[in-house]
């Protein structure tokens, strides 16, 4: 079986870093993707790590260790309108298995 | 490109009722999923069709769950006898390649009362 573990919340001001974390337990482990997701919209993709090290996108970086089962999202300069939740997901084969998410709140 | 859609948007049913739901992924994306999702949860994996063959199922999909995707595009999910712990949003997610980057649809939110 497949399981992650994501804190429930994280609370940041606007302009600062904040850092994601997940732990996961697997077989059969092909990579680490990241999904946000606004309330009431659907999960859309931020990032993916098969490989050890760090991946960035923009404002967002995303981390692998899979020796350690652990990744990061790394969300930089953030906005309003980063208040979302945020999942990492596990790719086993042919599907992803989600973490029960993040939510991340914004603060001015 | 005009993304995953899904219909309906929100479905209320009584207990017992059968309903019926499309996904019309991504015209180039020869995969396509379902998932389910509540409150405070992830999404959960039902299953997973390659073009319109149907290769992987959670075994949390009971049988009163069906979904087919006829000519590898667009797909159903029925659900017969609904229960009121059927209530949830149902996502479809399609992709081309592998699984890592699913484009998602907006949802059916199904409510049985």
């Known amino acids: 079986g497949q399981s992650l573990e994501q804190p429930s919340e994280v609370t940041a001001v606007e302009g600062a870093i904040v850092q994601i974390n997940c732990t996961y337990q697997t077989s059969g482990f092909y990579g680490l993707s990241w999904y946000q997701q606004h309330d009431g919209g659907a999960p859309t993709f931020l990032s993916y790590n098969a490989l050890d090290g760090l991946e960035e996108t923009g404002r967002f970086s995303s981390f692998l260790s899979r020796s350690d089962s652990y990744g990061y999202l790394l969300l930089q300069e953030l906005q309003m309108k980063d208040s979302a939740s945020y999942f990492c997901a596990v790719r086993g084969g042919n599907k992803l298995t989600f973490g029960t998410g993040t939510q991340l709140k914004v603060e001015l | 490109d005009t993304g995953v859609s899904q219909d309906p948007r929100h479905k209320i049913t009584k207990r017992g009722q059968n309903v019926t739901f499309r996904c019309d992924p991504i015209?180039?994306?020869?995969?396509l999923y379902w998932y389910r999702q509540t409150l405070g949860q992830g999404p959960e994996f039902l299953t997973y069709f390659q073009n319109e063959a149907q290769l992987e199922k959670s075994r949390l999909l009971s049988d009163r769950f069906s979904a087919e995707r006829p000519k590898g595009s667009f797909s159903t999910l029925e659900i017969q006898r609904t229960e009121q712990g059927d209530s949830a949003m149902y996502l479809c997610?399609?992709?081309?390649?592998?699984?890592?980057?699913?484009?998602f649809g907006p949802g059916t939110r199904l409510l049985v009362l």
């Open positions: 015209s180039e994306h020869n995969r």
């Open positions: 997610a399609s992709s081309t390649g592998g699984p890592e980057t699913q484009y």
